[in-house]
């Protein structure tokens, strides 16, 4: 088992940034999974939730991440940042 650091998760409410992309090329849910993964890697990611149907792709950080940073973990999973 992983363990979580309570203190990252409990100080997060003030400087979350939320941010939404949009996603194409997802078919199924394990391009969903790849996705999140892949996006969920980036430095400073605290969630990514992914809409399958609309290729919207919630990410919440704790600062502003670049738009390269996501375009190329989506590139990475496969998949077409849409501008
Ligand atoms: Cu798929």
């Not at 980036?42 to 990514?48: F, K, L, R, S, T």
């Not at 399958?52 to 496969?78: F, H, M, N, Q, R």
């Amino acid at each position: 088992m992983i363990e979580l650091k309570e203190t990252s998760v409990t100080s997060l409410s003030e400087n979350v940034t939320t941010a939404v992309y949009t996603v194409s090329g997802m078919t199924c849910g394990h391009c969903v999974k790849s996705v999140t993964e892949e996006v969920g890697a980036i430095d400073g990611v605290q969630n990514v939730d992914v809409v399958l149907e609309t290729g919207k792709v919630t990410v919440t950080s704790v600062a502003p991440l670049t738009a390269g940073a996501v375009e190329a973990a989506v590139d990475e999973a496969g998949y077409t940042l849409v501008h």
